[in-house]
T-cell receptor, first 113, second 115 residues
Framework: GNSVTQMEGPVTLSEEAFLTINCTYT??????LFWYVQYPGEGLQLLLK?????DKGSNKGFEATYRKETTSFHLEKGSVQVSDSAVYFC????????????FGRGTSLIVHP | GAGVSQSPSNKVTEKGKDVELRCDPI?????LYWYRQSLGQGLEFLIY????????KSGLPSDRFSAERTGGSVSTLTIQRTQQEDSAVYLC?????????????FGDGTRLSIL
């Protein structure tokens, strides 16, 4: 079956530090890959996506590259801000007639001033 | 409305009671999904609607859970004879057509607490 594995949190950083949140997946075929962010008391919001191998998704300074050879979609940001503190979810949608997303367990990010 | 709307935002009820949770998707979105998010856990898929049909009910945890969608729009998730383990945040999401490259648009969820 399909699965998404994220690094355990919380990840605690100082403002302006470099961020990496690892995400690896298992899926048949060619899934679409997503990162979502969840702020306290809210639902998930799309952060970025990539729909084929070697695509790079980017938004608000965050980036992730779809690596089929390593089945990874790691999230990076060069300089985090306090306002980036949230829970980040990696997800895949398998395609090929199956449209049910599989989400990782989420990684909490805490950024200190 | 502009986004996915869920109601109520919070629900506290006694064990054994029935509850109904409502989701109003983005206008024109044909695909609708229900998830359960327990503390410290990821999102657990419950059910998926394409229009008014539910091609995938595989995630419903027991026969106490049911869902319907009418008019290709509003959906209700019903939990009968609630148990304490049903306490969680229930999230609804919609997509335009349900294709794999489309992002999910989420509501803010209903936080359900069973006493």
């Amino acid at each position: 079956g399909n699965s998404v594995t994220q690094m355990e949190g919380p990840v605690t950083l100082s403002e302006e530090a470099f961020l990496t949140i690892n995400c690896t997946y298992t899926a048949t075929g060619y899934p679409s890959l997503f990162w979502y962010v969840q702020y306290p008391g809210e639902g998930l919001q799309l952060l970025l996506k990539a729909t084929k191998a070697d695509d790079k998704g980017s938004n608000k300074g965050f980036e992730a590259t779809y690596r089929k050879e390593t089945t990874s979609f790691h999230l990076e940001k060069g300089s985090v801000q306090v306002s980036d503190s949230a829970v980040y979810f990696c997800a895949l949608v398998p395609g090929g007639g199956s449209y049910i997303p599989t989400f990782g367990r989420g990684t909490s990010l805490i950024v200190h001033p | 409305g502009a986004g996915v709307s869920q109601s109520p935002s919070n629900k506290v009820t006694e064990k054994g009671k029935d509850v109904e949770l409502r989701c109003d998707p983005i206008s024109g979105h044909t695909a609708l999904y229900w998830y359960r998010q327990s503390l410290g856990q990821g999102l657990e898929f419950l059910i998926y609607f394409q229009g008014n049909s539910a091609p995938d009910k595989s995630g419903l945890p027991s026969d106490r859970f049911s869902a319907e969608r009418t008019g290709g729009s509003v959906s209700t998730l019903t939990i009968q004879r609630t148990q304490q383990e049903d306490s969680a945040v229930y999230l609804c999401a919609s997509t335009k057509d349900g294709y794999s490259n489309q992002p999910q648009h989420f509501g803010d969820g209903t936080r359900l607490s069973i006493l």
